[in-house]
């Protein structure tokens, strides 16, 4: 429901953070990773968020990055990993790391994180095996996508590409494209 949040930071209580968005304020949780690159107090800040509706709450989970939401929302679709171990996982190890002992099936480097025992990271590499891509350690995927490459993405994924597939066409654009225009040759890149 809300997928991105830009406006002036008030506060910052690790893991939580205060964003003023037009007079609103939204308290938003977030990982150590992206709580040490937020700009100072009463800044202009932009995160891609995660909005949590449970019985008794309704919590914001925000990211500086693309890959590290996509990271998060992996985590949480696991049995008995919630949102607060996912931000702990998060905040231990980051995506890059993360997908690398994903793919060499190293549970050492996840229990190092606290809050992690063995089992549960034992069952985090299963369920992640496959998942979290090879394309989220690469060095590129670090820095939050543009407007324009995210709205590109997002339209591909919505006719049916999956997100690799919509990434390699991505990669393929001039970097000053428009969306539409970004969109069509996107397409005939998927096309051939």
């Known amino acids: 429901m809300i997928g991105k949040l830009t ?34 107090l009463g800044d202009k800040v932009s995160l891609l968020t995660h909005f949590v509706v449970r019985e008794d709450a309704q919590l914001l989970y925000g990211f500086g990055s693309a890959a590290e939401r996509e990271a998060f929302r992996q985590l949480v679709k696991i049995s008995g990993i919630g949102p607060r171990t996912a931000l702990s996982v998060l905040s231990g190890m980051s995506v890059g790391d993360l997908a690398q002992a994903v793919s060499a099936q190293e549970a050492g480097r996840i229990v190092k994180v606290p809050g992690i025992g063995k089992k549960t990271a034992e069952r985090l590499l299963l369920e992640l095996k496959g998942k979290l891509g090879a394309d989220l350690a690469l060095p590129g995927s670090g820095p939050v996508q543009s407007d324009v490459q995210s709205d590109i993405q997002q339209a ?30 996107a397409l005939k890149a998927l096309a051939k």
């Open 7 to 40: 406006g002036t930071l008030l506060e910052k209580n690790p893991p939580q953070i205060l964003i003023d968005c037009h007079g609103v304020g939204y308290e938003v949780d977030v990982p150590m990773s992206t709580f040490y690159n937020l700009p100072a």
């Open 156 to 185: 591909l994924m919505a006719l049916g590409y999956n997100e690799k597939d919509a990434a390699a066409a991505l990669k393929a654009l001039p970097l000053e494209v428009g969306v539409s225009e970004g969109i069509k040759l």
